[in-house]
């Protein structure tokens, strides 16, 4: 887990000079260089006695072939509206994550590593290659700065917000989390989605230790990895095709789709719905200074008080 989380946290903290970096190697060595995503998987496997040179194949594979075919949608689209190639790979590890495809490479109880290495394979394509412009996954501290370019209305500039600091993505987090939490709850009751622990204020209280350390599980392992996905990849690139609001709108209704077969072995409508409702408030976030940390945070505090109380 160490070696998938280190490749995450140097993105979120320096992406933008890993791609300068990266942009200076010669080009078969920025393509191949990814097949080292392999090593955790071989690392693991072989710890367990379980390797298997299929998964060792695809682990090696996939990763450079997503680089090559950003490197090939960089230069055939430099203006970044969005490729073809893009779309095919953000299907691809769509649905590798939602319909389990290579969950079984990995033993029980650690096939999360198997989401940390798709996570990690589409930082290095879509930043390090093919540099797409306005993600927002920064989670460096860097106070009071002031934007250094606005997106314009019409949806034709893309650049990269400046980082406003961690207070601005706490206060557009919390505030989106203020817009969406009562009526998700009233809704999701509404239809017996969720129902009130009966332990609903003594069990909790009394384990602040332990509720603490499920929001930053949230927030690291489900939060920021699904809002990097749906907001800073997915919506990010509908923007530039169909303008903000059908953007917000198109990548809500994927973001709960999603969500078709979770606490369900059937189609599960009611997650469906809730999911895409939260999914608005989740982009508005996202989208107010285009930073991944303020989503993750109307995310993650949703998440958190469903798990704690409901």
Same mark, same amino acid.
């Given at each position: 887990m160490a070696m998938e989380l280190s490749v995450a946290v140097a993105f979120g903290v320096a992406a933008e000079p890993i791609a300068r970096a990266v942009a200076r190697w010669p080009r078969a060595l920025r393509i191949v260089f990814p097949a080292l995503f392999v090593l955790p998987y071989a690392a693991v496997s072989i710890s367990q006695h379980s390797l298997s040179w299929k998964w060792f194949g695809l682990y090696a594979g996939l990763p450079a072939l997503v680089a090559w075919l950003l490197d090939r949608a960089a230069a055939a689209d430099p203006e970044q509206r969005g490729n073809w190639r893009d779309g095919m790979i953000l299907l691809v590890l769509g649905l590798a994550v939602?319909? *389990?495809?290579?969950?079984?490479?990995? $033993?029980? &109880?650690? *096939?999360?590593?198997?989401?940390? !290495?798709?996570?990690?394979?589409?930082?290095?394509?879509?930043? +390090?290659?093919?540099?797409?412009?306005?993600? &927002?996954?920064?989670?460096? $501290?860097?106070? =009071?700065?002031k934007a250094s370019?606005?997106?314009?209305?019409?949806? %034709?500039?893309?650049?990269?917000?400046? *980082?406003?600091? %961690?207070?601005?993505?706490? %206060?557009?987090? !919390?505030?989106?989390?203020?817009?969406?939490? $009562? $009526?998700?709850?009233?809704?999701?009751? +509404?239809l017996g989605f969720i129902h009130p622990h009966r332990s609903f204020l003594a069990g909790n209280l009394a384990g602040l &230790?332990? /509720? /603490? !350390? *499920?929001?930053?599980?949230?927030f690291f392992f489900t939060a920021v990895p699904e809002e990097l996905f749906f907001r800073a990849w997915v919506q990010n690139l509908l923007e530039r095709r169909v303008g903000r609001? +059908?953007?917000?709108?198109? /990548?809500?209704?994927?973001? =709960? !789709?999603?969500?078709?077969n979770k606490r369900s072995a059937r189609?599960?409508? =009611?997650?469906?719905?809730? /999911?895409?409702? +939260?999914?608005i408030s989740y982009g508005r976030a996202w989208r107010e200074q285009r930073r991944v940390p303020a989503s993750a945070i109307t995310h993650t505090c949703l998440d958190w008080i469903w798990s704690l109380w409901f």
């Amino acid at each position: 887990m160490a070696m998938e989380l280190s490749v995450a946290v140097a993105f979120g903290v320096a992406a933008e000079p890993i791609a300068r970096a990266v942009a200076r190697w010669p080009r078969a060595l920025r393509i191949v260089f990814p097949a080292l995503f392999v090593l955790p998987y071989a690392a693991v496997s072989i710890s367990q006695h379980s390797l298997s040179w299929k998964w060792f194949g695809l682990y090696a594979g996939l990763p450079a072939l997503v680089a090559w075919l950003l490197d090939r949608a960089a230069a055939a689209d430099p203006e970044q509206r969005g490729n073809w190639r893009d779309g095919m790979i953000l299907l691809v590890l769509g649905l590798a994550v939602d319909l *389990r495809w290579f969950d079984s490479a990995w $033993p029980l &109880g650690l *096939r999360a590593l198997n989401e940390l !290495l798709l996570v990690d394979m589409g930082l290095y394509g879509f930043l +390090a290659i093919r540099r797409l412009s306005g993600t &927002g996954f920064d989670f460096c $501290p860097d106070w =009071g700065r002031k934007a250094s370019a606005a997106k314009s209305e019409d949806g %034709k500039a893309y650049e990269q917000k400046g *980082r406003s600091g %961690k207070t601005h993505d706490w %206060k557009i987090g !919390l505030r989106e989390l203020m817009f969406l939490t $009562p $009526p998700i709850l009233i809704l999701g009751l +509404a239809l017996g989605f969720i129902h009130p622990h009966r332990s609903f204020l003594a069990g909790n209280l009394a384990g602040l &230790g332990g /509720a /603490a !350390l *499920r929001w930053i599980e949230i927030f690291f392992f489900t939060a920021v990895p699904e809002e990097l996905f749906f907001r800073a990849w997915v919506q990010n690139l509908l923007e530039r095709r169909v303008g903000r609001g +059908a953007a917000l709108g198109i /990548a809500s209704v994927i973001f =709960g !789709l999603s969500h078709f077969n979770k606490r369900s072995a059937r189609f599960n409508w =009611g997650y469906v719905l809730l /999911a895409t409702i +939260a999914g608005i408030s989740y982009g508005r976030a996202w989208r107010e200074q285009r930073r991944v940390p303020a989503s993750a945070i109307t995310h993650t505090c949703l998440d958190w008080i469903w798990s704690l109380w409901f």
